[in-house]
């Protein structure tokens, strides 16, 4: 107990934390746009993602935009324009490959269970041309599964397992009607929805029995 002055002099000194205002983040403004800095910085960016080079530019003229909404000096054209040219010199160094990414990312996704349709949906937010998809989504199917038409099926089955669907649901839990319409929101036709549903464990595909 603190019975006199001393005693509240000689006290422990505690800092109050509850409601202790924080500090604010200090403003960082935005870099000015050089070729220096769009070079390191896409080169940054491509060190971690890959991208098409559709992708890769509105990555960078993201960039752009917040720098000269910041400085107001800067020529926006004059800055695209060199956007530009790193895109050419990338795409020259093969740090933008537009059908080595492409290729790359149907295996991807066929891997992971997706549909044609979903596929074309995602490659084309890529700026990939509808047509070029289908000519190298026809041609990973056939090299892959001896069949351009077998791909959906294969990618099925995959989300199918995901899913718990058809021959993957052991406790016959799901609703059939259900999980047809599941199929059908992941892109798959009815064919093939019907079909992957009823196939039992005897007819999976060599390749995929490991999946049960």
């Given at each position: 107990?603190?019975?006199?002055?001393?005693?509240?002099?000689?006290?422990?000194?505690?800092?109050?934390?509850?409601?202790?205002?924080?500090?604010?983040?200090?403003?960082?403004?935005?870099?000015?746009?050089?070729?220096?800095?769009?070079?390191?910085?896409?080169?940054?960016?491509?060190?971690?993602?890959?991208?098409?080079?559709?992708?890769?530019?509105?990555?960078?003229?993201?960039?752009?935009?917040?720098?000269?909404?910041?400085?107001?000096?800067?020529?926006?054209?004059?800055?695209?324009?060199m956007l530009d040219?790193?895109?050419?010199?990338?795409?020259?160094?093969?740090?933008?490959?537009?059908?080595?990414?492409?290729?790359?990312?149907?295996?991807?996704?066929?891997?992971?269970?997706?549909?044609?349709?979903?596929?074309?949906?995602?490659?084309?937010?890529?700026g990939y041309?509808?047509?070029?998809?289908?000519?190298?989504?026809?041609?990973?199917?056939?090299?892959?599964?001896?069949?351009?038409?077998?791909?959906?099926?294969?990618?099925?089955?995959?989300?199918?397992?995901?899913?718990?669907?058809?021959?993957?649901?052991?406790?016959?839990?799901?609703?059939?009607?259900?999980?047809?319409?599941?199929?059908?929101?992941?892109?798959?036709?009815?064919?093939?929805?019907?079909?992957?549903?009823?196939?039992?464990?005897?007819?999976?595909?060599?390749?995929?029995?490991?999946?049960?």
């Amino acid at each position: 107990m603190i019975e006199n002055a001393n005693d509240i002099e000689n006290a422990p000194k505690y800092k109050a934390e509850k409601g202790r205002p924080k500090s604010k983040k200090e403003f960082k403004p935005p870099k000015k746009i050089s070729e220096r800095y769009l070079y390191n910085s896409g080169l940054a960016y491509l060190q971690r993602f890959p991208a098409s080079s559709m992708h890769f530019r509105s990555v960078m003229m993201r960039k752009i935009n917040k720098s000269c909404r910041h400085h107001i000096d800067q020529d926006i054209n004059e800055c695209i324009t060199m956007l530009d040219k790193l895109i050419i010199k990338l795409q020259e160094l093969s740090l933008l490959d537009d059908a080595a990414y492409l290729k790359g990312m149907i295996v991807s996704l066929r891997k992971r269970g997706l549909s044609s349709a979903q596929i074309y949906n995602k490659l084309q937010q890529k700026g990939y041309k509808r047509n070029n998809i289908e000519s190298e989504l026809k041609k990973h199917d056939k090299d892959e599964y001896d069949s351009e038409y077998e791909g959906d099926v294969h990618a099925a089955l995959i989300f199918a397992r995901k899913k718990k669907l058809g021959l993957f649901d052991i406790m016959q839990k799901r609703d059939p009607e259900k999980s047809l319409a599941t199929m059908a929101r992941a892109g798959y036709s009815y064919e093939v929805s019907k079909k992957i549903l009823a196939m039992s464990k005897e007819e999976l595909p060599e390749d995929l029995k490991h999946l049960t």
